[in-house]
């Protein structure tokens, strides 16, 4: 019999709606039957495309024993993380603060109260992994619950105390901000890896937020200076080398979420809706910046990947596509990478002879795989290859006695039928929910490259799904998380509201007469409105249960996502700037002032909190272009690399470039 989750529009949630656990969804109701049971909530937060979420429930919650258990001693919560980020953020806070790590699945016990007493991440079922097995802490949390409740109270109490506890308010101080961005430059160049690219070692993430810092200050500096020099060459590196390797799609364009090992080779399959867009600026920038073909190459592939597979019937773009699929229709279980994968004969089998040897050359592949052992600890990719490129085309020519021509029709050609046969494998899960935060960052990121690569549809598309939000997921004066066949109760969270805002101010550069701006500040008057804390100087999330408040949390670290007050920071200058109001201004400088001590402590967790210190030093340059613009002036727009810019309708015949009070023709 299904559960409770039957009528949730999350994928997340409906994957587990015919567990044999009793799971409810978060809300009060969980709360009051908690209450009146006397009985501890068991929360688990996961997401649809997590692959240890998806492990625990194959172990756990799909089978009876366990479910027992669960059902008698606890009253089961599970929650979708992408459409409630504040429960996540919540209790995560909670977990990383008690074990010192976190991710996904996320399992917390709390109170009916809400207070949590004892978490962590994946459990399995028995003993194994170094880690307890999850029916032993079931049962010992429902025994020390029945036999000494008041001190897992006590203990909760401790807990939310100290998670309550906040550090005093940083002193403003007016402070040069070049010694900061230079030991973010120094940070960075501490952790890059010169030999493969990117920062640290296994595994790699993208980060695009490091990347694009690194190029904004590479124009502050000048790229034929030092420092300039410096910020650049880690960023051309990082973004050649994941260009080539296998956490970029070789065959269909866009990048899965991370590379496993430090080769940028072998990734974790799944990908993200908010990498793709990031990404696509990252690359933008850096194309702006040389003029490289390969950058512009993963750009066109990024968002071709984006529109003809993650875009949804009503114009905005679904969340993500799984890391796990069947190796083939009859298969009983599924495989991460499955779909992305293939063995050297199925290469063989589907391209002649010549193409395929060029092909298998290019591409890394090999008899029995080329994952690397530590890449592969499960065994999943044995006898199976991640394309990468493992050769130059010049390499290639020489090798195969063929011209730089002939070797790329070759592959175009293989990748094109490679592409074909790939499509009609079993396709891996799509989380076909309709995030506002992300399709805020999709938007922008189309607009943007439309404009620079005078390509309308990108525009035009950004356009639809901007359409989208405001007419299922924006009441006239309030925004909504998520939408999957109707919207979610979830409100916008700070991120929803300062993602989407970037985006429209994209898309007003692109589209001017659009009425994008207005909407954009709408949607930051219920910013403002809703989360601003004066004390806090931030936008804030208190987090309440049953009516009691917790703790608050800021967003204030750029890692996957940027933090939501380093993009509104960055907003509310331009925002400044398009309306003439200083008020905007003026709470992006409180947003900086009250977050200058991450920016002096830990400057690498907060990238985009050092580009729009940057940004408040260096000043907005607003560019009026009119309606009618000669063809070379308006491609110079379009291929200029111009961080600090925003861009408005003008009149007149001229585009015109305004600096503070002063005012120039550009050229």
């Not at 795989?369 to 890449?375: F, K, L, T, V």
């Not at 919207?487 to 985006?503: M, Q, V, W």
């Not at 977050?595 to 729009?612: D, G, K």
Request: charged residues 25%; contains cysteine.
């Amino acid at each position: 019999m299904p559960n409770a989750l039957l009528h949730e529009t999350s994928p997340y949630l409906l994957q587990h709606a015919h567990n044999p656990v009793e799971w409810l969804p978060w809300g009060d109701a969980a709360f009051e039957r908690a209450r009146a049971e006397n009985k501890m909530i068991f929360l688990s937060v996961g997401y649809s495309t997590c692959h240890w979420c998806h492990v625990m429930e194959r172990e756990s919650f799909e089978n009876d024993d366990v479910a027992s258990v669960m059902n008698h001693h606890f009253i089961n919560v599970k929650v979708d993380r992408e459409e409630r980020p504040d429960v996540d953020a919540a209790y995560m806070a909670f977990v990383q603060a008690t074990t010192g790590q976190g991710g996904w699945p996320m399992s917390v016990w709390i109170t009916p109260e809400g207070k949590p007493v004892f978490g962590g991440t994946y459990f399995p079922p028995g003993d194994r992994y170094g880690r307890p097995g999850f029916v032993r802490v079931l049962h010992e949390l429902a025994r020390v619950w029945r036999d000494d409740r008041r001190r897992l109270e006590e203990s909760a109490d401790k807990v939310v105390d100290h998670l309550r506890r906040e550090p005093p308010a940083a002193e403003t101080r007016d402070e040069a901000v070049e010694p900061h961005l230079d030991a973010y430059l120094d940070v960075c160049a501490s952790a890059h890896d010169q030999e493969l690219g990117g920062f640290g070692g296994a595994p790699k993430f993208p980060r695009p937020v490091v990347l694009t810092t690194l190029m904004r200050l590479s124009d502050r500096w000048g790229r034929d200076a030092g420092k300039g020099v410096k910020a650049w060459d880690m960023c051309d590196s990082t973004l050649r080398a994941m260009a080539a390797g296998g956490m970029h799609d070789q065959l269909g364009g866009g990048f899965h979420r991370y590379s496993v090992d430090r080769y940028w080779h072998v990734p974790h399959y799944e990908k993200m809706l908010y990498d793709q867009a990031q990404l696509a600026d990252a690359y933008l920038d850096a194309w702006q910046i040389s003029g490289e073909p390969v950058f512009r190459s993963v750009i066109e592939g990024t968002l071709r990947y984006l529109l003809d597979e993650m875009k949804d019937s009503g114009g905005a773009f679904h969340a993500a596509e799984d890391a796990d699929s069947l190796l083939h229709p009859d298969a009983k279980e599924k495989h991460e990478g499955a779909f992305w994968t293939w063995t050297e004969e199925e290469i063989r089998r589907h391209l002649a002879t010549e193409d395929a040897d060029l092909f298998i050359a290019t591409y890394g592949v090999e008899p029995d795989g080329n994952a690397r052992p530590e890449s592969d600890p499960h065994g999943e990719l044995t006898g199976r290859n991640t394309l990468y490129q493992a050769m130059t085309s010049g390499e290639l020519a020489a090798r195969f006695d063929r011209t730089d021509v002939e070797v790329a029709r070759s592959l175009e050609g293989s990748r094109a039928t490679l592409y074909q046969i790939r499509a009609r494998r079993p396709p891996p899960h799509r989380d076909d929910k309709i995030v506002t935060a992300w399709n805020g960052l999709a938007i922008g990121a189309l607009a943007r490259c439309g404009r620079a690569l005078d390509r309308p549809e990108w525009i035009a598309a950004a356009e639809i799904a901007a359409g989208f939000l405001r007419r299922e997921l924006w009441d006239g004066s309030r925004l909504f998380r998520s939408f999957r066949g109707h919207r979610g109760d979830a409100p916008g969270f700070p991120a929803d509201h300062a993602f989407l805002i970037s985006g429209l101010i994209e898309l007003h550069a692109a589209r001017p007469d659009g009425g994008w701006l207005a909407w954009a500040l709408e949607v930051q008057h219920d910013l403002d409105e809703r989360y601003w804390d004066e004390t806090r100087r931030s936008y804030s999330v208190t987090h309440h249960v049953g009516g009691t408040q917790l703790w608050t949390l800021r967003d204030d670290h750029d890692g996957a996502e940027p933090a939501a007050n380093h993009v509104s920071a960055i907003n509310l200058l331009r925002l400044a700037t398009l309306t003439g109001d200083d008020g905007f201004a003026g709470r992006a400088g409180a947003i900086l002032d009250g977050a200058a001590e991450l920016l002096r402590e830990n400057p690498f967790s907060v990238p985009v909190l050092a580009a729009a210190a940057d940004l408040r030093d260096r000043g907005v340059t607003k560019i009026e272009v009119p309606e009618n613009v000669e063809a070379a002036t308006m491609e110079k727009l379009r291929t200029r690399y111009m961080p600090h810019a925003v861009l408005t309708r003008g009149a007149g015949d001229e585009v015109v470039v305004c600096s503070g009070m002063s005012c120039r023709i550009f050229a």
